[in-house]
């Protein structure tokens, strides 16, 4: 039986949270979860919105009746959950974040890229490179900012 391609962003989302909870102490969750809602979620729905609407680069595809506006619900939740991740495993010596941060910018192209396979997504200039420095881009861009800025702070 197949799963409709409209519940995967919901599974993803789901399994990627409860990875979350499993391996990111509860105390972590919470430190980090303020700077994830805005590297994650709100770069995100700003991301859907200028590469989608904007510049037509690409776009998410058969996420309704989960979404509003053309922008799906579950992606910037699932990017959320996965920057609290990256954050919490973020070394913070070089070379070694360059070498994780650059191996997550990697992962999310071959994400990306499964996502176009099973019809969730697509990309209009190319699945390599211009995913690459867009995805490149925002995860040294959330590097530097947050090792920069935040990493021996709380927001509470």
Known sequence: MAVPLEYIYLIYTILLAVILVVVVPKEK???LAVYAILFGALTNIILIIMATHLLDLGGHLNFMPFGVA???FFPPIAW???FIMFMYFLPE???WNFVFTLTAS???VFFANVLVNIG???SNYGRFIVPLMIYGLWHFTVMWVYQRFFLHKSVY
Do not use: E
Request: glycine share 6%; net charge positive; charged share 15%.
């Open 80 to 82: 959320t959950v996965y």
């Open 120 to 122: 969730l997504f697509y």
């Open 70 to 72: 053309g922008i799906p």
């Open 106 to 108: 990697f992962y999310a």
């Open 93 to 95: 010596k070089k070379p």
């Open 29 to 31: 969750i919470r430190q």
